[in-house]
């Protein structure tokens, strides 16, 4: 048992407030991408990048931004994220072009790994481990009000005002975050004695992330044999592999090798990832399908993604009381198998290949995936000692972000192809294919990335126990 009996649940619901954030940013950005694209005349090839360079910038700062919570203080780079993150959304929301505004993305993405990547480790610190479960799934609750509102609210702002309102939103979101957090999250110092640890290992973690993500995402533009390609994939590996040595043989590694000797955290890691990406491609390209190949309004395609958020509000509170007491191999295989039967009965049954299909889809991946978040998280932070915590928080939100981007580019590359390269005004008829012929681009990989999931799940959490076995 614990000893920590401080109230736990204020720091968790206001750890939550980065998920919301999150949530706006991600989703609500995703429903005003049509409206983008037709304004500043963008192809689907580069509108893509709203999400990417938004992905990129935060993953490649991550773990960097996790150290510097040990080193600084987490708080204080908490609340430095929230303000950069708070004046990119403002950029954005003023943009007169569209370099523009993937320049504010950018920075936007840079301060929201800095207010994401210490929350796993303050939330691990301040939560009795026997409870780590019922807060995760409190935490995923709090962030799950706006994965359910977000699109609606996004189609909203975009179809009666501008996509420029969503954006708007956001810094008001983050303006009101960073005013509360000295109210919830106690002054803390250095963990770390004030060292920041291998920069050149950090510079190289960097680099092999953005050569990788730019490689994959222009495979589909400029081809898979491209040498600007195969030379961006070649630097991302490359980087990679030398960022190992670097860390290997660091006094102050940013990724200690201890973290994945817990089978725990890497096991939980690597689910979330797989979660991410399924979760990233679903999101990113259901509203560009639904607005070109059957040219629904943004309010109705924000209605249609509530059958996704709404399973978020609605389980987390009782899937995370379950994950303490029930072994992660039953919540995790259920989870996968959810979503898997969805992204199965939309691609083999024919009357499901349209919306109808497209909500039950949605619907059996929100409750699997309410079922798989909560207990990967608690397995990922339930053995970390205090002195990794922070490492292990930024390591594991880099990868979500990994996740998310894979899934994006892959299922980006797959619409572009299938769907024609330009955005049809609403209401016109779309000639560049069909309705069923865009979701099948979807749910396919969507459906590989659950069965992945499903085999890592029973594999690798295979006699982990809960705490109350």
Excluded: H
């Excluded at 991410?276 to 395609?301: K, R």
């Excluded at 379950?322 to 995790?332: C, E, F, I, N, Q």
Aim: net charge positive; aromatic share 8%.
């Amino acid at each position: 048992m614990s000893n920590i009996t401080v109230p736990w649940r204020p720091t968790v619901i206001f750890a939550g407030l980065p998920l919301f954030i999150g949530a706006v940013n991600e989703y609500g950005v995703a429903q005003s991408l049509p409206a983008i694209g037709r304004e500043f005349s963008v192809q689907v090839s580069d509108l893509r990048w709203m999400s990417l360079a938004f992905f990129v910038a935060d993953a490649a700062i991550l773990i960097g931004g996790a150290r510097l919570g040990s080193v600084l203080g987490r708080r204080r780079v908490f609340m430095t994220g929230l303000l950069l993150f708070a004046l990119s959304c403002i950029g954005s929301a003023v943009s007169i072009n569209y370099p523009m505004l993937l320049t504010t993305r950018v920075l936007a993405g840079v301060g929201a790994a800095l207010f994401f990547s210490g929350i796993l480790a303050i939330i691990t610190q301040a939560v009795p481990k026997e409870l780590l479960g019922r807060a995760f799934g409190l935490w995923a609750l709090v962030g799950a009000g706006a994965l359910m509102i977000s699109p609606l609210v996004g189609g909203v702002f975009t179809e009666l005002g501008s996509w420029r309102w969503i954006f708007v939103v956001n810094a008001l979101i983050a303006v009101a975050a960073l005013a509360l957090t000295p109210r919830f999250f106690a002054a803390d110092g250095a963990i770390e004695g004030g060292r920041f640890g291998d920069v050149r290992g950090f510079l190289a973690i960097g680099v092999g992330i953005i050569a990788l993500t730019i490689g994959l995402a222009e495979g589909s533009t400029l081809g898979w044999t491209s040498p600007a390609v195969l030379l961006l994939i070649l630097v991302g590996v490359v980087a990679v592999i030398v960022a190992y040595f670097f860390e290997r043989r660091g006094d102050s590694p940013l990724v200690p090798a201890a973290l994945f000797r817990d089978r725990g955290y890497l096991t939980g890691t690597a689910v979330i990832t797989i979660s991410y990406a399924s979760a990233g491609a679903t999101v990113f390209a259901i509203p560009i399908v639904l607005s070109m190949a059957d040219s629904l309004n943004p309010i109705a395609i924000g209605a249609i993604m509530l059958s996704y958020g709404f399973w978020w509000l609605v389980l987390p509170p009782f899937t995370g009381r379950l994950a303490d007491r029930v072994s992660p191999t039953v919540m995790l295989t259920a989870g996968f198998a959810f979503g898997l039967a969805g992204c199965l009965l939309a691609t083999v049954v024919p009357s499901l290949q349209g919306i109808l299909g497209a909500c039950c889809s949605l619907a059996l991946l929100g409750i699997g995936m309410a079922f798989v978040i909560p207990a990967a998280n608690r397995m990922t932070m339930l053995n970390i000692g205090s002195s990794l915590r922070g490492e292990a928080s930024g390591v594991n939100m880099t990868s979500r972000l990994l996740g998310d981007l894979v899934g994006i580019a892959i299922v980006g590359t797959l619409i572009a192809s299938n769907l024609g390269q330009r955005f049809p005004d609403l209401g016109e008829a779309s000639d560049v294919g069909s309705l069923a012929m865009g979701l099948q681009a979807i749910w396919i990989p969507v459906g590989v990335f659950m069965a992945i999931g499903l085999v890592v799940s029973a594999l690798g959490s295979r006699g982990i126990r809960s705490l109350a076995s």
